[in-house]
């Protein structure tokens, strides 16, 4: 099992690069090309939700990416170090601003979900975790 791991400071101008990297890496793991497209929009959209629930949170440590080469999967993993707060929760302080930015997060998840047929996402206290999924193809010298 091979692991590439990314770490980034939560500005959006580098989530580009991290949509890059995940797209060659997922290539090289065996990621059907008709699937890289979505590969690419779904890390862009797991990273830009870090990156701005680190911007609102104050959270000055980096975004993380974890893509993770398994025997017949690959998978991808974004973290991020922003408290969560629990389903119909909030936190102290919390007025319109922050029904907006729940609105946003809940639709950049329904982003990811529609590119992805595999994703997790679990969240606490201590940050969240988006890993996604997809099918590897054997490699061709074994098809031979």
Known sequence: MATVELRF????????TARLV?????????VDEAVLDEVRLAVG???????GLHQSSGVSAPVKVALIEEEKQFSIEVGDEAPHAAP???TPGDGQGAEAEVEEDEMG????????????V???QNGGLIRMTWPTAPPAAALA
């Open 9 to 16: 400071s939560a500005l959006p101008e580098h989530v580009r």
């Open 88 to 90: 119909g929760g909030g």
């Open 122 to 124: 679990t969240t606490g």
């Open 45 to 51: 959209e797991a990273c830009s939700r870090a990156v």
């Open 109 to 120: 998840l329904a982003v990811i979900s529609g590119l992805v047929d595999d994703v997790e």
């Open 22 to 30: 995940a797209a060659a890496v997922a290539r090289r793991a065996g």
